[in-house]
């Protein structure tokens, strides 16, 4: 499970290059968060990895400031792509390198 916040860039752990079966240098990750609640899903770019490793593990700051999520409980995907669009239309199963419950914590500014 991953924790991320809604008020400030959360640091977020992941390990995605283990699974991931296209060159490193073409490929694009996107975080997918589908909120049970509200049956919709939340699309983001995961980019600026800041570990020291990332054969073992990913570091990605998520910033959901301009999402204004609701808190609770949401299932995530990151999915692989090497195309240039934000969407996981097209993408099979075989394109998830990870997958997991996230938690949302603090209101957004408008909520």
Same mark, same amino acid.
């Given at each position: 499970m991953?924790?991320?916040?809604?008020?400030?860039?959360?640091?977020?752990?992941?390990?995605?290059?283990e699974k991931t079966t296209y060159p490193l240098s073409a490929t694009t990750y996107i975080l997918e968060l589908y909120s049970n609640q509200l049956q919709g899903n939340t699309l983001l770019y995961l980019t600026g990895d800041t570990s020291l490793n990332i054969d073992r593990y990913n570091y990605y700051p998520v910033n959901l400031?301009?999402?204004?999520?609701?808190e609770g409980t949401y299932d995530y995907? &990151?999915?692989?792509t090497t195309g240039g669009t934000l969407s996981? *239309? @097209?993408l099979t199963t075989n394109? &998830?390198?990870?997958?997991?419950?996230?938690?949302?914590?603090? *209101? @957004?500014?408008?909520s």
């Open positions: 991953i924790t991320l916040s809604n008020y400030q860039t959360s640091l977020t752990p992941f390990t995605l290059t400031i301009p999402y204004n999520l609701i995907k &990151v999915w692989q996981v *239309s @097209g394109d &998830v390198v990870e997958s997991g419950l996230a938690t949302i914590i603090g *209101s @957004g500014t408008t």
